[in-house]
């Protein structure tokens, strides 16, 4: 056989995907090549979704960074213990970072937490992140498309205006897949090392109904 490199057949990435995955461990998935999204569907227990459930009637807008390592996260909501099911919440969150860190080893970690009336991110996109934690603790979850049924160039630019569905983007609702209420989900963005290009897309539900919603992002020293 010719050993010459024209004969050689070129690298082809494996599409990526999305996962749906049944334990904690499985998360760990999102540093898979062939995956752009890692979910955890999990039940929250009936104090944590009572607190959720009171929240949705506050305004609630929370950005802050937090360190790693002895994060104190009642005071970071400290606005929010007076309703019932706080140290529930609190065990929560916490619970979410040590996974997060656990992961990723930031040394930092950019957190929200928001009540949200209308979509934020009402059209497909992709974000240029590392890895991004996000739970819908009420409220319906964020919707996003595997690779293999989104044609990337119609997205931003490329829809020339036009919404997700009108460009061609969204091919078949049936194919658009929504986070369930409580799950984790791992959303891998264009900033991953070797991501560009494949990040996983997404958009907010289009249902103006409100929803409460916790984000974490890594955030490392610069050298």
């Not at 898979?32 to 039940?43: E, F, G, K, S, Y």
């Not at 309703?83 to 996974?99: H, K, M, N, P, Q």
Request: glycine share 8%; proline share 7%.
């Amino acid at each position: 056989m010719s050993s010459n490199a024209s004969n050689v057949l070129p690298f082809r990435r494996p599409v990526p995907r999305g996962r749906v995955v049944s334990q904690v461990a499985d998360l760990a998935l999102i540093h898979d090549q062939d995956t752009n999204l890692c979910v955890l569907p999990r039940d929250g227990s009936e104090s944590l979704t009572a607190f959720a459930d009171a929240c949705l009637g506050r305004p609630i807008a929370i950005n802050r960074t937090m360190p790693t390592r002895d994060s104190d996260w009642g005071t970071l909501f400290a606005e929010l213990s007076g309703i019932s099911g706080f140290d529930a919440f609190i065990e929560d969150v916490t619970s979410l970072a040590e996974l997060y860190t656990t992961l990723l080893g930031p040394d930092a970690l950019g957190v929200r937490l928001h009540r949200l009336e209308a979509p934020m991110c009402p059209r497909f996109h992709v974000d240029r992140v590392g890895v991004r934690l996000l739970c819908t603790y009420a409220g319906l979850g964020t919707q996003w498309l595997d690779d293999a049924d989104a044609p990337r160039e119609l997205l931003g630019p490329g829809a020339a205006g036009r919404s997700d569905e009108e460009s061609g983007l969204v091919r078949d609702p049936e194919l658009v897949h929504e986070v369930m209420p409580m799950a984790i989900a791992l959303l891998k963005g264009e900033s991953y090392p070797g991501n560009a290009g494949h990040g996983v897309i997404h958009r907010s539900p289009h249902a103006n109904k409100p929803r409460l919603l916790f984000s974490l992002d890594g955030l490392w020293e610069q050298n």
